[in-house]
């Protein structure tokens, strides 16, 4: 993004990326710039497609807080908060919190809740699932329909014909300089052979 700024003098109002960019880090740099939230999450089409996962009680996230203001599990029993880390990585100072189940001895619900004999821990970090929640808003809307579209109709479209028409599986030279070299040739390569692909309908077509 930085280097698209030094090269037009903005950022993109609508930055649209793979799900591997979806991160707390690029979500937080994209408010500091003025850009929306128009990139996916890992867990993104989970989230979104499958109904027996965003409805599972035993998420944590679906867990209910009551006028307390403390988390109950299905069982309802108490979360306590344990603690506060920071996320390694990060350099926007993201935090979890650590909460406890107060006692799961005797739960109907174990099985279904937890992996281990100990009372269940949960990670929250309200900030980011409602950063989550938002790129969720964004790409379902009309809008985020026609970006993502767009997107796939651009630049996943040409990435598959490179790779699978063309039998282009992978770099094959070392080296910065070597590697950008190797990927401007297949790209001209690509053009190159669009460019042919049109002028022979044209010439077929007069």
């Known amino acids: 993004m930085n280097k698209f700024y030094t090269t037009y003098g903005f950022y993109p109002k609508y930055p649209v990326a793979d799900a591997g960019y979806g991160s707390y880090n690029n979500y937080i740099f994209c408010e500091q710039h003025g850009m929306e939230k128009y990139m996916k999450f890992p867990m993104f089409k989970k989230e979104t497609t499958d109904k027996k996962y965003q409805e599972d009680p035993f998420r944590a996230v679906n867990f209910p807080i009551g006028k307390d203001r403390i988390m109950r599990c299905p069982n309802e029993k108490k979360f306590y908060l344990q603690y506060r880390k920071n996320v390694k990585g990060n350099k926007y ?12 001895s005797g ?25 989550h929640q938002e790129v969720i808003g964004n790409l379902e809307s009309i809008q985020g329909a026609l970006l993502r579209m767009n997107r796939s109709i651009q630049a996943e479209g040409t990435f598959g014909i490179i790779k699978n028409d063309r039998w282009y599986k992978r770099i094959v030279r070392r080296g910065i300089k070597s590697v950008l070299l190797e ?3 297949v790209s001209i390569g690509h053009n190159l ?13 007069a």
């Open 93 to 104: 100072g993201r935090q979890e919190e650590i909460y406890q189940c107060e006692d799961c």
């Open 107 to 131: 739960c109907p619900y174990a099985e279904h809740c937890k992996k281990t004999d100990k009372n269940r821990t949960v990670r929250i970090n309200r900030e980011l699932t409602a950063m």
């Open 183 to 185: 990927v401007f040739l």
């Open 193 to 205: 052979y669009k460019y042919h692909n049109k002028h022979e309908k044209n010439v077929t077509a």
